[in-house]
């Protein structure tokens, strides 16, 4: 698999690649300075499995990059990486495609975490919880719907698992996609409808 990390600053853009290099030993990671160059270098590096995108680069402001992205690549996991605060701009990079918003505030383990998730796990290998047709969710998910329905926060979530709250939106969109849905609400009907509750 190839992970590409997009960010027109130097430093930022060797960080992320060096913190990917640790999470993925063996990979290929590949930085730009634009996203112009992304085509380029999937012909060159291969398929992507994962993006690292900058808010604001050179050749796309805002969303855009996001859209762009998306619609070359619609099932690739996108993680934004930003130097505006997650009040400000988190819910339009996740209606425009991304899949999560992580602050470049943030501590590098928690980023690492967050990116981690995002990754292939290697229980939904052939035959795993999220790659079979089986219908049936991981143990990690079918906690995730009991936190739900007991309407507990992120926040909360983060602090009865022992990880990080960018770590339980990851696990969180894992398990809208499963499911098919986009929010906490429909999760929770469709776990309803579907006997997914008090199993």
């Known amino acids: 698999m190839s992970l590409y990390v997009i960010d027109d600053h130097p430093l930022m853009r060797e960080a992320v690649v060096m913190l990917l290099r640790r999470l993925c030993a063996g990979e290929t990671i590949v930085g730009l300075p634009r996203l112009a160059a992304l085509n380029e270098a999937v012909l060159l590096h291969g398929e992507p499995s994962l993006f690292c995108l900058d808010l604001k680069l050179p050749d796309a402001d805002g969303l855009s990059g996001i859209r762009e992205i998306r619609a070359r690549h ?68 079918n906690q995730l719907l009991l936190m739900l329905d007991r309407g507990l926060s992120n926040r909360e979530i983060a602090e009865q698992l022992g990880i990080s ?20 609400t429909q999760t929770l009907h469709y776990a309803r409808a579907n006997g997914l509750l008090g199993l």
Do not use: M
């Not at 505006?84 to 943030?106: V, W």
């Open 165 to 184: 709250e960018h770590t339980v939106k990851v696990h969180l969109w894992r398990l809208f996609k499963r499911l098919g849905v986009k929010s906490r």
């Open 74 to 141: 619609p099932n690739t996991p996108l993680a934004v990486l930003s130097g505006s605060s997650a009040a400000e701009l988190e819910d339009q990079c996740l209606q425009a495609g991304a899949d999560i918003y992580l602050e470049k505030s943030a501590g590098s383990g928690d980023i690492s975490a967050a990116l981690r998730a995002l990754l292939p796990q290697p229980e939904e290998g052939a035959g795993g919880a999220e790659a079979g047709t089986d219908g049936k969710l991981s143990r990690r998910q």
